[in-house]
Each structure stands twice: as structure tokens, then as C-alpha cells.
């Protein structure tokens, strides 16, 4: 059989553009199947609280069952390498987080290299951490508290839910930029240090108000200020540490990744419905509640984002020489 020029030509772009057609297909049947999202955490820490939100919000939107799996240990890195090994086929999400760009340096031998295997898909949530005390600490402002700190040395007791997590840094941060003398004192999670907290076992936290703000607002615990540049919603009335510490700036963020390589109308599709729930009223009103504010932009965004915290807090780590035990 003899086929014109014409025809062959006809042939042959029409081959060529099978996969493109094909692969767009699938995309706009994405998702066929319940979604795995591995939330690196423990349940009920902010991360996990946060995580929930958005996986009901896209079970809704897109028809299936994004089901949310804690798989905490060894600071985020385990949940993390499960998703680098996982098929880049977008069922299996990874909830990013701040500890992320924090690793990278924090670890020596880390199985994976989150810029290179984690391919970005969208930021979710910025938080500030709230520098709150126990009431005892005789402490109403931030000015206070670095003259306290000043005139007693050694003798506040910093609680974070762990080496190199977001409050921790936020924490160096402020020793760095402050020359104060805090003790570290890490446990295994942000809720036994809150517990602990409250209980005047320890004196002040840097962390996230997902899990606070209720203490806060409650009185068991008294917000001095909070890490980002701008104040929170949630907590109008109290200033930002940059007030006092000028150029200081800290804030835990969350944001979705996936394997490298997962087909690139995947991201786009999440992305795309992840920004549709950020631009929501009643999201953008539950995230403010939470004390956050929306992390829109296109995964190239959330990319430089990734990649300047990760900059920033390897920085800090040198300069601290922290050190896991």
C-alpha cells in the first residue's frame, strides 16, 4: 500500500502527539483513585490540623478521598523519603514543611535531596510562631523579655517540639539577633512542650498558634509577639518581634510536594485547585483563625520559596553549630 507525502506527513504528527493527548487525559481524569497524603508529623500538631483542612477540601472538589497518613520520625525525613520512593503518579502527596528546607542542612546523611526529589506543587499555609510565655515569667513585651533574659542568664528554659523544628530556629533566630542566653530544652512534639508550658515546667516557646491560641486567649499563656514581618489576624493586638528586633523575620509554612517527575498536568491540576481553596472565603477565613495567612503561587513560586528557607536556615544552623544528639 503507498501512502501520498501528504498522508505520511498526516501520519506521523498525529503518532507524535498520541502521548501529549493521552497524557492530558489522564490528567483531566486525575484523580481516579483515593490520594495518599503523608504528613511527615505526629496527629494533632498544626501541620496535621492544617493538612485535614485542605484534604477535605479536595476530596470535595475533586470527587475522591484525599486521606490523610501520619508518618512521623527523625524530624519529617521519614515521611519524606517515603514520597521520594513513592510512583510519581500524583497519588502519593507530601504536606512540605519549614523542617524540610531546615534538614537539608540539619542532617548529614539524609537518604534524598528534597530540592532535587521533591518536585514543588503549591504553598498552603504561612504561620508565624508566637513568642509566648508562662505567666509567671515576669515578662510583658519583647523588650522585657530580653532584659530579663540579659539579667539571667542560663535561666530560661526554651521549649520546642524538637531539634531543628521551625520553633527551634525561630528561637536561635532571636538568641542570634538578641545576644540573650536561653536553655534548649526539646521534647518529642510541640503538645508535651505546650503541656509543659502551661504548667511552668518550662518558660517560653516559639510556636505556631494552631495549637496556642486557645491557651493564649484563655490566659494560660501570655502571647508576647510573633515571628513574621506582618502581625496575625488572629492576634491583632500583639506586635511582631520586628518591632523590638529590627530585620527579624521567622514563620513555619506548609505546602504540598510529589515525586520527581510526576507528569507536569498533575501539578498543574493541584495546584490549580489548591489556589481555588486558598482564594475561598471560608477557607481564607478558617486559615486566619488558625493565625495564617494563604501561600499562593505557581509551583515555580513555591519553589524559590523552598529554596531561599533552605538558604536561610542552613545559615542559621552553622552559625548556632547545632547539632542533633
Not at 3 to 28: D, Y
Not at 221 to 234: D, F, H, Q
Not at 278 to 284: H, N, V
Amino acid at each position: 500500500m503507498k501512502f501520498s507525502r501528504r498522508n505520511f506527513l498526516h501520519l506521523t504528527v498525529g503518532t507524535a502527539a498520541l502521548p501529549t493527548v493521552s497524557r492530558l487525559a489522564w490528567a483531566q481524569a486525575y484523580p481516579a483513585r483515593p490520594v495518599r497524603i503523608i504528613v511527615p508529623y505526629i496527629a494533632g500538631a498544626s501541620s496535621d490540623i492544617i493538612a485535614r483542612l485542605f484534604a477535605q477540601w479536595l476530596s470535595e472538589r475533586l470527587g475522591q478521598q484525599f486521606i490523610v497518613e501520619n508518618r512521623p520520625g527523625a524530624g519529617g525525613n521519614l515521611g519524606t523519603e517515603a514520597v521520594v520512593s513513592a510512583p510519581p503518579d500524583g497519588y502519593t502527596l507530601l504536606f512540605a514543611a519549614t523542617a524540610n528546607a531546615i534538614n537539608a542542612t540539619l542532617y548529614d546523611k539524609l537518604k534524598f535531596n528534597f530540592i532535587r526529589d521533591i518536585a514543588p506543587v503549591a504553598g498552603l499555609v504561612r504561620l508565624p510562631n508566637v513568642v509566648e510565655v508562662n505567666p509567671s515569667l515576669p515578662v510583658t513585651t519583647v523588650a522585657e523579655l530580653i532584659a530579663y533574659a540579659k539579667a539571667n542568664p542560663g535561666k530560661i528554659n526554651m521549649a520546642t517540639g524538637g531539634v531543628g523544628v521551625s520553633g527551634h530556629m525561630a528561637g536561635e533566630l532571636f538568641k542570634a539577633m538578641t545576644g540573650v542566653n536561653m536553655i534548649h530544652v526539646p521534647y518529642r512534639g510541640s503538645t508535651p512542650a505546650i503541656t509543659d508550658l502551661i504548667g511552668g515546667q518550662v518558660h517560653i516557646m516559639f510556636e505556631p498558634p494552631v495549637a496556642s491560641i486557645e491557651h493564649i486567649k484563655a490566659g494560660r499563656l501570655r502571647a508576647l509577639a510573633v515571628t513574621t514581618a506582618a502581625r496575625s489576624e488572629a492576634l491583632p493586638d500583639v506586635p511582631t518581634v520586628g518591632e523590638f528586633v529590627p530585620g527579624y523575620e521567622a514563620s513555619t509554612w506548609y505546602g504540598v510536594g510529589v515525586p520527581k517527575n510526576t507528569p507536569i498536568e498533575v501539578v498543574d491540576r493541584l495546584n490549580k485547585e489548591i489556589n481555588a481553596a486558598l482564594s475561598e472565603p471560608r477557607m481564607k477565613a478558617r486559615i486566619a483563625d488558625l493565625g495564617g495567612t494563604p501561600l499562593t503561587g505557581s509551583p515555580t513560586d513555591f519553589g524559590q520559596h523552598i529554596a531561599a528557607e533552605t538558604d536561610k536556615w542552613g545559615k542559621v544552623i552553622r552559625a548556632a553549630n547545632i547539632k542533633l544528639d
